[in-house]
Every structure is written in C-alpha cells, then in structure tokens.
C-alpha cells in the first residue's frame, strides 16, 4: 500500500505564504505526476496544480504566479509553496500521486489522496 502525509496547512492572513508538503511511503517502485488539488466549503474539488517526473508543470489560472509546485525525487516528497495568499484560496488542500507499486508483476499503478490539510486565509 501507498500512504500519502500532508502538512504545512494552518491559519495565514492575506498575503502571507504557507508551504505545504505531502510525503508518500509504502510499497512504491516510481512515482509519476504529483498534484494538488483543493476543496472550499460547498465546492467541488478543484486542480491547483501539477508537476512530472521530469519537472514541467501546471498550474490552475487562478494560482498562476503565486503558487510553486516542486518536487524531492528522492524523498518523493511534492511541495506546494504559496504567496500572496488570498481570502478566496480558503479551502482543504490534498496531494494526489500516482505511480506503480513495488512487489507485482507485471506492476501495479497506485492512484493514492493524501488526508487533506486545511489552509484558513483571513482577510
């Protein structure tokens, strides 16, 4: 199995930054896309952003130039660094991850979500 753990959320007034991170463990032979996505009370969860094995990444508009996804292959660890906070970017944050795990053949693709992890952005 593949766990993913969230943190970095908290309370931040607007236009502070908060940096989130999301570490996966288990059972994992390679990790693809990394990506974020978020979910404010009475919404839809929604793309935040994405980032490849390579490095190229996506970024929803509404975040473009103020939110940075990057990843640590190594620690397969993906981060999402957050400025110019907004109240309207109030919402639970989840990691996504997928992948294949380690142990199958021929091997298995994982898709795991991480817990969630509430940023709060006051106004």
């Known amino acids: 199995q593949v766990q993913l753990v969230e943190s970095g959320g908290g309370l931040v007034q607007a236009g502070g930054s908060l940096r989130l991170s999301c570490e996966a463990s288990g059972t994992i032979f390679s990790i693809n896309t990394m990506r974020w996505y978020r979910q404010a009370p009475g919404s839809q969860r929604e793309f935040v952003a994405s980032?490849?094995?390579?490095?190229?990444?996506k970024y929803a508009d509404s975040v473009k130039g103020r939110f940075t996804i990057s990843r640590d292959n190594a620690k397969n660890t993906v981060y999402l660094q957050m400025n110019s906070l907004k109240a309207e970017d109030t919402a639970v944050y989840y990691c996504n991850v997928r992948g294949y795990e380690s142990g199958y053949l021929p091997s298995r693709p994982f898709d795991a979500w991480g817990q969630g992890t509430q940023v709060t952005v006051s106004s």
């Open positions: 980032i490849t094995t390579g490095g190229s990444t």
